[in-house]
């Protein structure tokens, strides 16, 4: 691990080939951007000074340390830990980094020093993690078959209840994005995905990575993370309506109990397969049925992307330089 100041760059990532494409995934962090390359997690924040710090990280996902998990379905489900594993640990250091920040200027004492603090520990992190994916299950999942219990009488009609929860959870998931969205620092974490994006098109098309030519990309990826999370809701639909078409026909009837004990451990499975859609819908999306695929996706991104600045995109396009050159 490293962090750094960097201007140069010259593609040395064992990985990278031109005339081949190379997967790139980001996220945006606080005053910043990650991006992921195979074997490398590179994160670039602004400090208040102006200044771009990088960390960069060693990392091979779980798939790629284990082969039987890269398996169709599987590494979905295994790729979305993985992914919020390191999403919540380069938040982690975006958060230090203006931490440290708001201390100096709040203390107006420059003595202050990475090395006043640690690095959390992997089992902080772990529990970070676990809170994380216990919330959004709680809220997002857990709650739609409770109110859809308790305010319908369709408990037994497993067409319509799922129909019913589903549209619940996607009603809540698009409430929770557009109010945040009205939030001053949530809007301002929206343009560093916008300009996450825009690096990502600009090194998938070949162009120049500087902030004109970046600029003038899209702000709309088929792969986003927030497309992945919307597909995961409808995918639950059929999924979960298809799940209690054989439970109903094995026990006789339904109950929230027995959703909750079946559809919980199902959710893997719902992740797996919902990776397998947005891949699959990625790689066509310039078919006429792929645009109708991602298209639910990229309206999404409407909301949580906004167009950066010129120093937003220099921040991603940092980071993606050095996720390529590590």
Not at 21 to 29: E, F, K, L, R
Not at 142 to 168: I, K, M, R
Not at 221 to 234: A, D, K, N, Q
Not at 288 to 310: C, H, K, M, N, S
Request: include cysteine.
């Amino acid at each position: 691990m490293s962090e750094h100041n960097r201007s140069s760059w010259v593609p040395t990532n064992p990985h990278y080939d031109p005339d081949k494409p190379m997967q790139i995934g980001g996220q945006a962090v606080i005053e910043g951007v990650m991006m992921r390359a195979p074997g490398s997690v590179a994160t670039a924040v602004r400090r208040a000074s102006g200044d771009i710090v990088v960390q960069v990280l060693r990392h091979r996902s779980l798939t790629e340390r284990l082969p039987a998990l890269n398996k169709p379905v599987l590494r979905g489900a295994v790729g979305l830990i993985d992914m919020m594993y390191i999403g919540i640990k380069t938040l982690n250091y975006s958060a230090d980094v203006a931490m440290r920040d708001a201390e100096k200027h709040d203390r107006k004492d420059t003595s202050s020093s990475r090395a006043d603090r640690t690095e959390p520990s992997r089992w902080a992190l772990a529990l970070t993690l676990a809170f994380a994916l216990g919330f959004g299950i709680l809220l997002f999942f857990v709650t739609p078959l409770l109110l859809t219990t308790f305010f319908f009488d369709l408990e037994q009609d497993v067409l319509a209840f799922n129909l019913v929860a589903g549209s619940v959870r996607v009603a809540m998931f698009l409430v929770y994005l557009v109010g945040i969205s009205f939030l001053k620092d949530i809007q301002r974490l929206f343009e560093y995905h916008g300009a996450e994006h825009k690096s990502v098109f600009a090194f998938e098309l070949n162009t120049p990575l500087v902030p004109p030519e970046v600029a003038l990309q899209s702000r709309f990826h088929p792969r986003c993370g927030t497309s992945f999370l919307l597909i995961v809701m409808f995918v639950a639909i059929l999924s979960f309506a298809l799940l209690d078409t054989a439970l109903i026909g094995w026990l006789g009837e339904l109950t929230l109990l027995v959703r909750l004990a079946t559809h919980l451990p199902f959710l893997p499975v719902v992740a797996g397969l919902s990776y397998e859609i947005i891949k699959f819908s990625a790689k066509h999306a310039s078919t006429w049925w792929g645009r109708i695929l991602v298209a639910p996706g990229l309206w999404l991104q409407t909301v949580t992307t906004r167009e950066p600045d010129p120093s937003q995109s220099e921040v991603s396009i940092v980071a993606l330089k050095c996720a390529l050159v590590n």
